[in-house]
């Protein structure tokens, strides 16, 4: 298996809605970046999982949610500074165009209102409540849920996953602890000019789910660090992306997970950035034995090849 993943998590308002000081124009370019990662994908065709948050398949709503276990409080946001941003709420019309695209997109899972499910506060109750909403929020389009991808990832309740037929999840790279503010600025420069990011080996975990890691997040580099490297190289990411994806044609078999949010595509530099790292995995693709496969689908390809026992899972209707 030598597999370039691309997974994107479709947040819109969502992502930011529990933080005190939401960034605006993370906000604000969440659609047009949206839109714009669905056209790039389209030139190239070039497959995708797009993990979406499961609110983002309503039409409308009373924007409390009184009934789910973390209460109306969680949804504060929503039915108050937000009540007149449905372009924040709701994606309905963004789904529509990943399901239109003539390529075939795979649509996946990013729990219903962006709760880490690794946070103290996320109970089993929790957990499960945003599953089956997300699922129920998602069935006009007939497309079951089969890979999921925890909000900022933080890794918890796998077994829910696996009781509501999910295959499979995104799991965390390797990363660099216990360094300063600007020993972590340095540290981005210097692997995003040096060091190759890794091609990952899938796992089975005890639930059956395929673990399939993240390699690369796109935008690691940005702003004031992305600034200081393009002073001296060239786009540092498209240099990483390159270096991976030579590791991956030339190395040892694996697959190489690169993975964004929409709204990190905020100017031209960043639709730039997109289009070359698309180009280049378009040009392997045609020149080596390289596969653009959705997590779904590598997923599949390794329950097959390692047979597990199937997890327990219960109806979804």
Not at 14 to 25: I, K, N, Q, S
Not at 110 to 117: A, L, M, R
């Amino acid at each position: 298996m030598r597999t370039l993943v691309i997974s994107i998590d479709a947040e819109l308002g969502w992502g930011f809605h529990d933080l005190a000081d939401p960034p605006a124009d993370r906000l604000e370019n969440g659609r047009s970046g949206w839109l714009t990662l669905i056209d790039l994908l389209d030139t190239y065709n070039l497959p995708a999982t797009w993990a979406i948050v499961g609110h983002l398949f309503l039409s409308d709503c009373d924007g409390f949610h009184s009934q789910h276990p973390l209460g109306s409080e969680w949804f504060e946001r929503e039915h108050s500074s937000w009540i007149t941003r449905p372009d924040l709420r709701f994606g309905r019309d963004l789904i529509d165009d990943i399901v239109a695209s003539p390529v075939e997109h795979e649509i996946g899972c990013h729990t219903f209102s962006h709760v880490e499910f690794g946070a103290d506060y996320t109970t089993q109750d929790v957990a499960r409540a945003e599953v089956i909403e997300s699922i129920r929020a998602a069935q006009s389009y007939e497309t079951p849920f089969e890979s999921f991808v925890f909000p900022r990832n933080n890794i918890g309740h796998r077994d829910i996953l696996a009781e509501w037929g999910f295959s499979c999840y995104r799991g965390t790279q390797p990363r660099s602890y216990g360094l300063s503010r600007a020993g972590r600025i340095a540290e981005k420069i210097v692997h995003s000019t040096i060091s190759a990011p890794p091609v990952v080996t899938p796992t089975i975990d005890e639930y059956g789910l395929v673990n399939i890691p993240a390699s690369l997040f796109l935008f690691t580099i940005d702003n004031r660090p992305r600034d200081v490297a393009n002073a001296i190289w060239n786009d540092p990411i498209v240099t990483q992306v390159d270096r991976g994806i030579k590791n991956l044609i030339e190395g040892e078999e694996g697959v190489f997970h690169i993975w964004l949010h929409p709204n990190n595509i905020r100017d031209q530099r960043d639709v730039d950035r997109m289009d070359a790292i698309f180009d280049l995995i378009s040009t392997a693709r045609s020149k080596h034995e390289l596969t653009v496969k959705t997590m779904g689908q590598v997923a599949a390809e390794y329950h097959t090849q390692n047979n597990p026992q199937p997890p327990t899972q219960v109806d979804r209707r």
